[in-house]
């Protein structure tokens, strides 16, 4: 079992949801970045996302995608990030996973990011627009370098593609709750728990969700069904808001907290009006 299989276990055997938080990395820029990471930490998520910028992203919605341009034009690299992960993991708990497109990582050279990543203290990675079909080169170079694989599941998917998309899957099976892009919603697709009860017939690999959630609330409603709950949009949302990075600190340790009490909330009564 990796770290990353290892923090839902904990967050399991606690009777909870785990909370997985994104952030892109280098934003709003270096220096700070890495002081946000270590608040989200402290806060009580139990996995972090760490966002690699880039300028075509795939699946980012407007608010990740500023966040991105913002972070690559105060500089923002893919060694860069990596030597900030590698700067505050000596305080960071939570495992970290790199999220990402193909194209940064494979400039980096395949071999040389899961070297270089792993080093760092990089416990998985996420490439949002590799193929599983595609994936067999990365797979077996982050198997080699130690590092969990996480692949993104979608509404669309066709059960027949559930085991190929699984079979590669080492970290965490993430689901999307929706079509389309990253973003804050009101609520969550109804089809949601279906889905999710659809992904676990096939395996034992945790099985998280996001896209769209965004309040304990819909924390709570995920972790109902889910192994836990993945949020993003939201907390950028927080850190851009602010003007001065003590602000930015404070604000994103007291969205993560809100959200990590959702992970320990019963499910809502009305969690189907949640999931509308």
């Keep these: 079992m990796n770290r990353v299989q290892e923090a839902f276990a904990k967050a399991r055997d606690e009777g909870r949801g785990a909370l997985v938080i994104y952030l892109t990395g280098g934003f709003p820029n270096l220096d700070e970045s890495g002081e946000l990471f270590k608040a989200?930490?402290?806060?009580g998520a139990d996995i972090?996302?760490?966002g690699l910028p880039f300028s075509d992203p795939i699946a980012d919605g407007p608010t990740i995608?500023?966040?991105?341009?913002?972070?690559?034009?105060?500089?923002?690299?893919?060694?860069?990030?990596?030597?900030?992960?590698?700067?505050?993991?000596?305080?960071?708990?939570?495992p970290l996973v790199i999220m990402g497109c193909y194209n940064?990582?494979?400039a980096y050279g395949l071999k040389e990011f899961a070297g270089d990543?792993?080093?760092?203290?990089?416990?998985?990675?996420?490439i949002a627009d590799l193929p599983p079909e595609e994936s067999d080169d990365w797979c077996a170079t982050a198997a080699a370098g130690?590092?969990?694989?996480?692949?993104?599941?979608?509404?669309?998917?066709?059960?027949?593609?559930?085991?190929?998309?699984?079979?590669?899957?080492?970290?965490?099976?993430?689901?999307?709750?929706?079509?389309?892009?990253t973003g804050v919603r009101d609520a969550l697709p109804a089809g949601v728990p279906d889905l999710v009860t659809r992904v676990k017939q096939?395996?034992?690999i945790p099985v998280a969700v996001g896209f769209g959630v965004s309040n304990a609330r819909q924390v709570a409603s995920v972790c109902a069904v889910a192994d836990g709950a993945i949020v993003g949009s939201a907390v950028v949302s927080v850190v851009a808001e602010?003007?001065?990075?003590d602000r930015r600190v404070k604000a994103v340790g007291e969205i993560v907290s809100q959200l990590a009490r959702g992970c320990r909330a019963p499910a809502p009564s009305d969690a189907k009006q949640q999931t509308t």
């Design 104 to 106: 940064p990582i494979l």
């Design 202 to 204: 096939h395996t034992r």
């Design 146 to 181: 130690g590092l969990a694989t996480v692949f993104l599941l979608a509404p669309t998917t066709k059960s027949e593609r559930f085991d190929q998309i699984i079979s590669r899957t080492t970290g965490f099976v993430y689901v999307l709750s929706r079509q389309g892009v």
């Design 117 to 126: 990543a792993a080093a760092a203290g990089v416990s998985g990675v996420l």
């Design 242 to 245: 602010q003007e001065t990075a």
């Design 40 to 43: 989200i930490d402290d806060a």
């Design 65 to 94: 995608q500023a966040a991105s341009q913002q972070a690559l034009t105060s500089g923002a690299s893919v060694a860069g990030i990596l030597e900030m992960i590698s700067g505050i993991k000596p305080e960071v708990s939570a």
């Design 48 to 50: 972090i996302e760490v």
